[in-house]
């Protein structure tokens, strides 16, 4: 090894200081995962939730908002699992103090996650930690509200953190056959988030044949707030670099083809046991350069004996600022979420909208006047699209008409649990 | 006609129920009660009219259900009132003594209260009730009855209840529209203490809650005296709204389900128990979990103790209540409130019992018939002093 290697490995031994933060009921789980995996040892699990019982399963835990839930969970409000974090702002603050990396885990949708993934990020940021968070989105049939809540959690933490990876669980569902048990999915799901949290661990901090260090890592996703989604994929056999990549390239969330063009970044983070040869990171990573040509590529390659004769392959995929599209699923989440609309339907809109120009008009100029269009046409877009209202109307119900009983600026006709933000599950 | 003259009647005007209830001197010159009448007011929210002609009918109904049980015909109530408008307040009036001898005689006693009175009430409002607490005679404290002691300078520390005069007139007409006299309005909070609290009760300190349908009226005695009373607009009713709203049900049905299943206090072992509800053919329509049920009325209910004990707090009375809280109204009849004032208050919390009147029925001793029940003592009070003061007349000549 030369020297820079050793000088990293030293600072390894030393410094890097990773926390996991599992936030809210799926968060949790995820950790209740990564205890049971022999790569556990290296990361500091922090469960975060309303939930008292949920945290008494672990060693480390953070119990937000007793006074506000009595222990319970937020019952799904983000404004409860909000008010419940900032309320706590301190112990946050302590919490994330004095790390490398904070993993912030967490089922967008909820209560919990949702409403403090934000101030969590915020609180790490502040600490001087590169924040990544790994959320998964709610599956289709949990409703449109709360893929709206999951959406709004997700703006919220975008500008915040320096990466976050998404994992829709809808997108996921195709990962099986239809007659997956619901237990078999969510164990996955969790599985995938483990799998993403090893892979950049081992692209940092593990010794491998080609090895990365963690300003490499920052370089990446430090400042970027880049939306990414993430795909792992394992083979094994004569021809598993083969496999690998068509794996990896029908997978569910990398299935666009447009994702890789257009994406910046990409981290692959290869893991296999030691008779990994350098003509299978070579063909694979090939064929990755080919499809995201313009992506800043960090790999990683480790190697790891209890894989014994499987490929395993991480691939994260960043894109900036744009709602990546995990796959055709995706679709109705984003008219909901009124995020950023897809591309590609608006083309198809535009050009169905817009009568043909007239024959007169050269097409320099028909270029120019299809951009002064375009451009109000695309505010107009966003005006189109109905928010949500900001107030919610409480009924006074029977006292509708009666004289308000207003004690000490609080309208006491309004509920009481209302008031005081008693969660009912 | 000489029957009537000799009973006393409370009619309390509620937010849930209209209340008459009719007393009697028995030939001993002890106080009975001997009939009652209820009807369920309709035109009541908070304690205040809202639909005279409404109340007028219940005021009637109970009129009439209450003649008939007490076999006599009542011509003059004592008139029960309540409402969020209502204060209480203590002041303090000076007088001084211009006799020669310096002796205090009834007049300048008269004379201190009248200044007592005299304070800035804020335009509109009337005073109720006048309640003396002690006298000062140059500076000495604790005097009950100055009368025939010396001095120069008699001060006296009243209590005041006032309110709005125009919302407290909107009773007295709908009962003087039935042709019934109004001898007197009391604040039903301390109607409520009357009949509740013993003298023992009083002089060691009581705090009374009276949880109505549309108040809660409460009523701290320290050292046998008022110190302090106060009316919060908020009661049964509220926590059927809360119920309504949370529970998404209709109010009649949240009403029922608060009868039914409600309690003071969320209880282990309750988590996931559901409650069904049948729709207007029998069949199981809805089902409500007990446990939120159970959160919004508990909610409720300690606010509603909260809020009281925090106004106490803010005058420094909690430390006088010695013999502990007294819940009536139709509050008291939810399951384990005691424990939720006990928690808020850390005072030891009872029911109370209108056992101060002999003779009562248990079938008429129910929190909610404190209140009318008191005001029947209130009038045999009243009457008491002016016979009596009539008696001292025509045996002094």
Not at chain 1, 317 to 345: I, M, N, Q, T, W
Not at chain 2, 302 to 318: K, T, Y
Request: proline residues 3%; charged residues 25%; negative net charge.
């Amino acid at each position: 090894m030369n020297k820079p290697n050793e000088d990293f490995k030293s600072v390894v031994d030393k410094n890097l200081t990773i926390k996991v933060v599992g936030l809210g009921g799926a968060g949790c789980n995820v950790l209740r995962h990564l205890a049971t995996t022999t790569l556990s040892s290296h990361f500091q699990l922090i469960a975060a939730d309303t939930d008292a019982r949920a945290i008494a399963q672990f060693s480390q835990g953070l119990a937000l908002g007793q006074k506000m839930t009595r222990g319970l969970g937020t019952g799904g409000d983000p404004e409860v699992g909000r008010a419940a974090a900032m309320a706590q702002a301190e112990d946050l603050k302590i919490l994330c103090g004095g790390t490398d990396i904070i993993f912030l885990v967490g089922g967008l949708g909820g209560g919990l996650a949702t409403g403090a993934i934000g101030l969590m990020a915020q609180a790490a940021k502040d600490a001087g930690a590169l924040v990544l968070a790994i959320v998964t989105l709610p599956f289709d049939f949990e409703g449109v509200r709360r893929q709206r809540q999951a959406q709004q959690g997700l703006q919220q933490l975008k500008p915040i953190a320096d990466a976050v990876i998404c994992l829709p669980n809808q997108g996921f569902g195709e990962l099986f056959d239809q007659n997956a048990s619901i237990v078999e999915v969510f164990e996955r799901s969790n599985q995938l988030i483990a799998q993403n949290i090893f892979a950049i661990w081992r692209l940092a901090a593990q010794p491998g044949l080609i090895k990365l260090d963690f300003a490499d890592l920052c370089s990446v996703t430090r400042g970027r707030h880049t939306e990414s989604s993430s795909a792992t994929v394992e083979a094994e056999g004569e021809d598993r670099s083969e496999t690998v990549v068509e794996k990896l390239f029908s997978h569910p969330f990398l299935r666009d083809e447009k994702l890789l063009r257009e994406s910046e970044a990409v981290l692959v983070s290869f893991a296999a046991g030691s008779d990994l040869t350098m003509k299978e990171v070579n063909g694979v990573m090939e064929r990755i350069n080919s499809a995201c040509a313009n992506a800043h590529i960090v790999f990683g390659v480790a190697v790891d004996e209890q894989l014994g004769n499987k490929m395993s392959v991480t691939l994260i995929v960043s894109r900036r600022g744009k709602l990546v599209e995990h796959s055709a699923d995706e679709e109705p989440l984003s008219r909901f979420g009124g995020v950023d609309e897809k591309e590609e339907p608006a083309e198809d809109h535009r050009a169905s909208r817009f009568s043909p120009p007239a024959p007169m008009i050269s097409d320099e100029k028909k270029e120019k006047l299809f951009k002064q269009k375009s451009r109000p046409r695309s505010r107009k877009k966003i005006m189109m699209q109905q928010g949500q209202l900001p107030l919610e109307i409480i009924s006074r119900g029977r006292f509708e008409k009666s004289e308000p009983t207003i004690h000490q600026g609080e309208d006491l006709d309004v509920p009481t649990y209302l008031r005081k933000n008693v969660a009912l599950n | 006609m000489f029957e009537s003259s000799n009973i006393i009647v409370g009619l309390e005007i509620g937010t849930s129920k209209v209340c008459a209830v009719v007393g009697e001197f028995n030939e001993n010159g002890v106080l009975n009660i001997v009939g009652v009448g209820q009807a369920r007011s309709r035109g009541v929210r908070k304690g205040e009219v809202v639909d005279a002609v409404a109340v007028e009918e219940d005021v009637r109904n109970a009129i009439v259900e209450a003649e008939e049980m007490s076999n006599a015909e009542i011509r003059s109530v004592y008139l029960g009132v309540t409402g969020g408008h209502l204060r209480g307040l203590n002041n303090r009036g000076v007088h001084p003594v211009v006799s020669a001898d310096r002796e205090i005689v009834e007049e300048d006693v008269q004379d201190v209260v009248k200044n007592a009175k005299a304070i800035n009430l804020p335009t509109g409002n009337t005073c109720i009730h006048t309640v003396r607490q002690k006298f000062l005679v140059d500076g000495q404290d604790g005097i009950v009855n100055p009368v025939g002691m010396f001095g120069s300078r008699l001060e006296v520390d009243v209590h005041v209840v006032h309110g709005n005069f125009n919302r407290l007139q909107n009773p007295i007409r709908v009962v003087k529209g039935l042709q019934i006299a109004v001898e007197e309005i009391v604040f039903t909070g301390l109607s409520s203490s009357l009949a509740i609290l013993t003298k023992e009760q009083k002089e060691l300190g009581a705090l009374t809650i009276d949880i109505g349908g549309g108040t809660t009226d409460y009523v701290v005695y320290a050292d046998g005296i008022v110190k302090h009373t106060g009316v919060l607009a908020v009661g049964g009713d509220h926590i059927s709204n809360d119920l309504g709203y949370g529970l998404k049900v209709p109010l009649s049905r949240a009403e029922q389900l608060k009868l039914q299943h409600g309690s003071a206090i969320v209880d282990e072992g309750i988590t996931g128990q559901q409650i069904e509800l049948s729709n207007e053919f029998g069949l199981p329509g809805k089902t409500v979990d007990l446990e939120n049920l159970r959160c919004i009325m508990s909610a409720r209910v300690e606010e509603i103790f909260q809020l009281v004990e925090d106004d106490l707090a803010q005058h420094d009375l909690l430390d006088y209540i010695r013999s502990g809280v007294f819940i009536c109204g139709g509050g008291a009849r939810i399951p384990h409130i005691q424990t939720a004032a006990t928690k808020v208050f850390q005072l030891p919390t009872q029911l109370g019992k209108a056992n101060s009147i002999a003779g009562l029925k248990s079938a008429l001793d129910q929190p909610e018939f404190a209140a009318a029940i008191g005001l029947v003592k209130f009038g045999s009070m009243q009457q008491k002093r002016s016979t009596g003061g009539l008696l001292r007349k025509i045996f002094s000549r």
